[in-house]
Protein backbone atom coordinates (compact mmCIF):
# COMPACT_ATOMS: atom_id res chain seq x y z
CA UNK A 1 0.00 0.00 0.00
CA UNK A 2 1.42 3.01 -0.75
CA UNK A 3 1.97 5.70 1.56
CA UNK A 4 0.47 9.65 -0.07
CA UNK A 5 2.31 12.62 1.78
CA UNK A 6 0.37 15.88 0.43
CA UNK A 7 -3.05 16.77 -0.59
CA UNK A 8 -5.54 14.12 -1.69
CA UNK A 9 -5.54 14.25 -5.90
CA UNK A 10 -9.28 13.86 -5.72
CA UNK A 11 -9.13 17.12 -4.03
CA UNK A 12 -7.37 18.96 -6.92
CA UNK A 13 -10.09 17.16 -9.30
CA UNK A 14 -13.10 18.61 -7.35
CA UNK A 15 -11.19 21.93 -6.87
CA UNK A 16 -10.39 21.62 -10.48
CA UNK A 17 -14.00 21.00 -11.41
CA UNK A 18 -15.26 23.66 -9.22
CA UNK A 19 -13.34 26.45 -9.66
CA UNK A 20 -14.67 26.49 -13.45
CA UNK A 21 -18.02 28.31 -11.99
CA UNK A 22 -15.95 30.94 -10.90
CA UNK A 23 -13.81 31.47 -14.21
CA UNK A 24 -16.91 30.93 -15.57
CA UNK A 25 -18.32 34.20 -13.45
CA UNK A 26 -15.23 36.15 -14.54
CA UNK A 27 -15.93 35.35 -18.03
CA UNK A 28 -19.32 36.54 -18.19
CA UNK A 29 -18.80 39.92 -16.12
CA UNK A 30 -15.77 40.25 -18.94
CA UNK A 31 -18.27 39.49 -21.80
CA UNK A 32 -20.65 42.15 -20.51
CA UNK A 33 -18.10 44.87 -20.20
CA UNK A 34 -15.43 44.28 -22.27
CA UNK A 35 -16.10 42.29 -25.20
CA UNK A 36 -13.57 43.79 -27.53
CA UNK A 37 -10.73 42.73 -25.23
CA UNK A 38 -8.87 39.36 -25.21
CA UNK A 39 -7.94 37.60 -22.26
CA UNK A 40 -4.41 38.92 -22.87
CA UNK A 41 -5.24 42.04 -23.45
CA UNK A 42 -7.35 42.39 -20.47
CA UNK A 43 -3.91 40.64 -18.33
CA UNK A 44 -1.76 43.36 -20.33
CA UNK A 45 -4.18 46.07 -18.77
CA UNK A 46 -4.23 44.84 -15.15
CA UNK A 47 -0.35 44.47 -14.97
CA UNK A 48 0.26 47.83 -16.23
CA UNK A 49 -2.22 48.79 -13.10
CA UNK A 50 -0.43 46.95 -11.24
CA UNK A 51 3.28 48.03 -12.42
CA UNK A 52 2.24 51.99 -13.52
CA UNK A 53 5.34 52.58 -15.95
CA UNK A 54 6.29 49.59 -16.60
CA UNK A 55 8.18 49.16 -20.07
CA UNK A 56 7.31 46.70 -22.77
CA UNK A 57 10.74 44.39 -21.68
CA UNK A 58 8.70 44.47 -18.10
CA UNK A 59 5.43 43.25 -19.23
CA UNK A 60 6.76 40.68 -21.44
CA UNK A 61 8.20 39.34 -18.22
CA UNK A 62 5.52 40.24 -16.00
CA UNK A 63 3.08 38.23 -19.06
CA UNK A 64 5.67 35.50 -19.45
CA UNK A 65 5.49 36.33 -23.43
CA UNK A 66 8.08 37.58 -26.04
CA UNK A 67 8.99 41.08 -26.36
CA UNK A 68 7.42 41.08 -30.11
CA UNK A 69 4.57 39.61 -28.79
CA UNK A 70 4.07 41.62 -25.96
CA UNK A 71 4.76 44.73 -28.35
CA UNK A 72 2.16 43.86 -30.87
CA UNK A 73 -0.61 43.26 -27.90
CA UNK A 74 0.66 46.54 -26.74
CA UNK A 75 0.20 48.31 -30.33
CA UNK A 76 -3.32 46.65 -30.12
CA UNK A 77 -4.28 48.82 -26.84
CA UNK A 78 -2.90 52.12 -27.74
CA UNK A 79 -4.90 51.72 -31.06
CA UNK A 80 -8.06 50.76 -29.06
CA UNK A 81 -7.14 53.93 -26.21
CA UNK A 82 -6.62 51.57 -23.64
CA UNK A 83 -2.82 52.57 -23.36
CA UNK A 84 -0.59 55.47 -23.39
CA UNK A 85 3.02 55.24 -24.39
CA UNK A 86 5.20 58.09 -22.83
CA UNK A 87 9.28 58.29 -23.53
CA UNK A 88 11.22 57.46 -20.07
CA UNK A 89 12.14 60.22 -18.19
CA UNK A 90 15.29 58.91 -17.32
CA UNK A 91 16.13 57.03 -20.40
CA UNK A 92 13.93 59.30 -23.27
CA UNK A 93 14.67 55.86 -25.68
CA UNK A 94 12.59 53.41 -23.12
CA UNK A 95 9.03 54.07 -23.42
CA UNK A 96 6.49 53.44 -20.37
CA UNK A 97 3.06 52.09 -20.01
CA UNK A 98 0.09 54.00 -18.59
CA UNK A 99 -3.64 52.99 -18.78
CA UNK A 100 -5.82 55.73 -19.66
CA UNK A 101 -9.08 56.86 -18.24
CA UNK A 102 -11.10 54.93 -20.05
CA UNK A 103 -8.91 51.83 -19.05
CA UNK A 104 -9.54 53.16 -15.80
CA UNK A 105 -13.41 53.05 -16.24
CA UNK A 106 -13.48 49.57 -18.06
CA UNK A 107 -11.47 47.73 -14.74
CA UNK A 108 -13.42 49.88 -12.57
CA UNK A 109 -16.89 48.74 -14.06
CA UNK A 110 -15.05 44.92 -14.67
CA UNK A 111 -14.55 44.95 -11.10
CA UNK A 112 -18.17 46.20 -10.05
CA UNK A 113 -19.82 43.70 -12.73
CA UNK A 114 -17.99 40.65 -11.53
CA UNK A 115 -18.97 40.86 -8.21
CA UNK A 116 -22.40 41.82 -8.66
CA UNK A 117 -22.01 38.13 -10.30
CA UNK A 118 -20.35 36.95 -7.51
CA UNK A 119 -22.40 38.17 -4.82
CA UNK A 120 -25.56 36.95 -6.39
CA UNK A 121 -23.97 33.16 -6.10
CA UNK A 122 -22.44 33.77 -3.12
CA UNK A 123 -25.71 34.66 -1.44
CA UNK A 124 -27.31 30.98 -2.46
CA UNK A 125 -24.61 29.68 -0.09
CA UNK A 126 -25.14 29.25 3.59
CA UNK A 127 -23.06 31.98 5.69
CA UNK A 128 -20.74 28.60 6.74
CA UNK A 129 -20.09 27.93 2.91
CA UNK A 130 -19.13 31.44 2.07
CA UNK A 131 -16.75 31.45 5.14
CA UNK A 132 -15.11 28.44 4.44
CA UNK A 133 -15.27 29.30 0.47
CA UNK A 134 -13.21 33.02 1.73
CA UNK A 135 -11.01 31.44 4.42
CA UNK A 136 -9.49 28.74 1.47
CA UNK A 137 -9.14 30.92 -1.03
CA UNK A 138 -7.21 33.15 1.07
CA UNK A 139 -5.13 30.44 1.71
CA UNK A 140 -4.90 28.97 -1.67
CA UNK A 141 -3.83 32.68 -2.81
CA UNK A 142 -1.03 32.80 -0.36
CA UNK A 143 0.05 29.59 -0.90
CA UNK A 144 0.40 30.43 -4.72
CA UNK A 145 1.91 33.41 -4.11
CA UNK A 146 4.70 31.92 -2.23
CA UNK A 147 4.96 29.47 -4.67
CA UNK A 148 5.37 32.02 -7.79
CA UNK A 149 7.83 33.87 -5.59
CA UNK A 150 10.06 31.04 -5.45
CA UNK A 151 10.06 30.96 -9.05
CA UNK A 152 10.57 34.40 -9.60
CA UNK A 153 7.81 34.97 -12.01
CA UNK A 154 5.22 37.15 -11.17
CA UNK A 155 1.87 35.90 -9.28
CA UNK A 156 -1.34 35.68 -11.44
CA UNK A 157 -3.64 38.72 -10.11
CA UNK A 158 -6.85 39.83 -11.83
CA UNK A 159 -8.79 42.89 -11.91
Known amino acids: ?14 IDDAAQALLSAWDQAREQVTPRLSWAQLNALLT ?3 SEGVNLGGLAAEMNMLLSSASRLCDRLVASGMVERVPGR ?3 R ?3 LYLTPSSRSLLTELRRTRRLTLSATLEKMSGA ?3 AL ?3 LSEFATAAA ?3 AGEGTASARTA
Open 1 to 14: MAVHDGPDPMHAAA
Open 48 to 50: VER
Open 90 to 92: ADR
Open 94 to 96: EIA
Open 129 to 131: GRA
Open 134 to 136: LRG
Open 146 to 148: DEN
